[in-house]
């Protein structure tokens, strides 16, 4: 329960792939207790999975071991690190897709994840950064770059999934745009070890969270 700065301050080159190895088991364990019947958002680090068809068999026997369901876990790119090899990393995503997980990239719209990433890799779902969605009800500007972003979407098949909605107006919003998974403050605020107590929430349509 340390801060999550202090710990992340830990990860070096050498140890990165056992911390991203770690992050993943915990993450099902912690689901399976709580009796989550959602699915479960695990970010990885694309620079930390040297050979996906090896490092996956600990993921996969996590699921096995803790009865959680492999299509129930959704991987995310995120956002924090410059992919350095684009080739490894769509190989990686490739795998995943092949071993029943599902993708995503996740705060599109901030950081490294962006339009170029999306052309070279095409992920089951996009998460809207919150710098877009935050005030978009009274924001023209982030309306016209949602919209256009979410017929790309649609024409990539990909799901877009709101990330940061606050307040009822943004969440309206960016329904009446055809947005039906959302996350955020408005719904729920995160509790350590407390998943169980948000599945009624997150069983609704309108409340889906990846």
Do not use: W
């Amino acid at each position: 329960n340390e801060p999550a700065k202090q710990i992340l301050d830990q990860v070096s080159h050498q140890n990165r792939y056992r911390f991203d190895q770690a992050c993943r088991i915990k993450a099902i364990q912690l689901a399976a207790k709580a009796g989550a019947q959602s699915a479960i958002s695990i970010n990885f680090l694309p620079n930390a999975v040297y050979r996906p068809e090896s490092c996956i068999q600990t993921t996969l026997a996590a699921a096995k071991t803790y009865n959680f369901p492999v299509e129930n876990i959704i991987f995310e790119i995120t956002e924090n690190e410059r992919v350095v090899d684009l080739l490894h990393l769509r190989e990686i995503i490739q795998e995943y897709k092949r071993r029943g997980f599902r993708t995503a990239i996740d705060d599109f719209g901030a950081g490294y994840s962006g339009l170029n990433l999306l052309a070279d890799i095409q992920t089951d779902f996009i998460k809207l950064d919150m710098a877009l969605t935050r005030g978009i009800n009274q924001d023209r500007t982030r309306q016209t770059i949602v919209k256009a972003i979410l017929r790309v979407c649609q024409e990539l098949c990909i799901e877009p999934i709101a990330e940061g909605i606050e307040t009822y107006e943004e969440f309206r919003c960016l329904e009446d745009y055809g947005v039906e998974l959302f996350q955020g403050y408005y719904f729920a605020r995160p509790m350590f070890e407390s998943f169980a107590k948000l599945s009624p929430l997150l069983n609704q349509p309108s409340a889906a969270c990846a």
